[in-house]
């Protein structure tokens, strides 16, 4: 056995033990300070992930949710007042984040007030629209009413993902803020070619098209509009105002369906299709100042029960 004699190049078994112990612990060092780069590596890489993740989910709400409006002219309640031969209230537009401003309804003056909910692919709408639409004109053309329209869209996934309410309301607001005293033709005009639910709807061409039918003024503009969606933002806060409520000047917290009509303040209850029943509505409504026999009433016709 050697001793292990200094210079000869040979370790003893205990030089050896300790020259191993020495190179383990030199080893787990190592070892140890790699560890520590993996996992200061690792956080970092976690947290730019983090960072990048909330930023691009903030992107996506700032896009998503974005601020309100602007919304079209002549549309500040959120609906377009027409007057007598459907001539409109005007009315600024409404600026990102107002709060729409309602119509001051006259009670003093004795004037019938009429507030209309649609949205352009409700077939319930259009039967109301079939059964009421010429009694509603003849009231416009007797000078003391008032008629609000609020087109809203509530259907889009009904029209086989092509949004039809959406465009046909961003459409209705085209034409109420260029040409406003055309909405009410454009208005019958969507009703007279209301496509049914679950078709892919009338498309920007064809809604283009109505409005020339229509006569508005600044055709290019109105088109344009239409195709760009302009006011497609403003059509999707107006319809949660709606469905949030509360609805101004009625009884009515909220719109839970369409078509949603109130007469003087109070919601119309009866059929959708029954001519009578909504002319002895509006009487009522009215009360002993309104004039039945200076306002044409027009014969009922048959239409089929919703």
């Known amino acids: 056995m050697s001793n292990g004699i200094p210079g000869d190049g040979r370790l003893s078994k205990n030089e050896r033990r300790e020259a191993a112990r020495e190179k383990a612990r030199l080893l787990r060092e190592e070892q140890r300070k790699k560890d520590r780069r993996t996992r200061f590596i690792l956080q970092g890489s976690i947290v730019l992930t983090l960072v990048a993740i909330v930023a691009i989910v903030a992107v996506v709400l700032m896009n998503s949710v974005g601020p309100t409006g602007p919304g079209p002219k002549n549309m500040a309640s959120d609906g377009i007042q027409l007057n007598q031969g459907a001539i409109a209230t005007e009315t600024p537009a409404l600026k990102s984040g107002d709060e729409p401003v309602a ?153 839970t369906g369409t078509p949603t009509i109130i007469v003087n303040g109070v919601k119309y209850e009866g059929s959708v299709s029954d001519l009578a029943s909504f002319q002895a509505f509006v009487i009522q409504a009215a009360g002993s100042t309104f004039n039945e026999k200076s306002t044409p009433t027009p014969t009922p016709t048959p239409s089929a029960t919703p």
């Open 103 to 255: 119509n001051i309804r006259d009670e003093a003056a004795g004037t019938l007030d009429i507030q209309m909910y649609v949205d352009y692919l409700c077939p319930i709408c259009g039967q109301f629209e079939a059964t009421n639409g010429e009694y509603i004109t003849s009231l416009l053309e007797n000078g003391k009413t008032t008629v609000e329209i609020h087109p809203i869209a509530i259907l889009d996934r009904l029209a086989q993902g092509t949004k039809y309410s959406t465009r046909a309301t961003n459409a209705a607001a085209c034409v109420a803020n260029y040409s406003p005293n055309h909405f009410f033709d454009f208005h019958n005009l969507l009703f007279a070619n209301q496509p049914g639910e679950n078709t892919p709807g009338l498309t920007d061409d064809e809604l283009v098209a109505l409005t020339s039918q229509a006569g508005v003024d600044s055709p290019d503009k109105v088109a344009s509009c239409i195709k760009n969606q302009e006011f497609k933002k403003w059509v999707a806060d107006s319809t949660a105002r709606a469905l949030n409520g509360p609805i101004p000047n009625s009884n009515v917290d909220k719109v």
